[in-house]
């Protein structure tokens, strides 16, 4: 790392509702406790931060996530850097007839938030941008989408808001491979735990661990239904609710440049991969993600 340090910087919102985009900050270099402080309250204010044209070794983007929260290995081990294994590569290319990265965030372009699934979730992921593909007109391709979640609890009615106040939805990890026909091939191979593993009920409405704030809960990739009530009631419930979470005004569309690096925090926001580029055109990207707590 630079002895050279920030001090400043500056914060341009990217929706009306969330994100922002953070400049005059080299993460390669020094960030004193300070400055470090004020990225932290941006990124709880905010829930998603961009910084463009960072030039980042591992070590850095390990360093400045860790700043975060203790960080998690992820289960695919296969896809971990050697020399960093808090770092998940995600990718579409084949090398050597192989994957080099996990290319199932491409495959599986449903909204979620990480790793609803287990009792204690991710809190928060830092995506950089290596490789990003184009079309032939230079439009990026890729492009990642985020949905604000504390938007879409706002959003809701008194009446709605006590309704779902101790409604608890299901989250199962494999909840979209036993949905898919039973040849689709992706490149997930679950074990039998985990296809076994039962689901988790989290709260869907969820409080803030840091801010307090309140945000919806959800995740299409994992939910299967809201505990406790009729089957065709949490059909109902769960699609109004996906729908608002995602309405158009509270989502920001993220069209990749190489070297962006975004945060996001995984309790007020869901976000969804956009699968429209393939082989050759090249996507690459390291991911680390910080560890969560138990949703209230
Ligand atoms: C993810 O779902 O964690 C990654 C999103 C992306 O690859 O754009």
Redesign the pocket.
Known sequence: MSSETNSSFQIKRLNPYFGAEISGIDLSKDIDEETFSKIKDAYYEYSLLVFHDQRISPKVHVDFSKRFGSLEIHSLKQYLLEDHPEILL?SNIIENGKPIGFAD??RVATW?T?TSYLKTPSAG?A?YALEVPYDSKGNSL?N?LFASTFAAYDALSEDMKIKLRDLKALHKMTKAYDDAPKDTITAVKFTDEQIKRPPENHPIIRTHPVTGRKSIYLSPLCVTKIEGIPEAESKKILQELDKLCTREDFVYRHKWKANDLIMWDNCSTQ?L?VSDYAPPLRRK?H?TTFAGSIPF
């Open positions: 995600l965030t491409e979620h990480d992921s995506l890729g990642t976000h991969a990207m991911r």
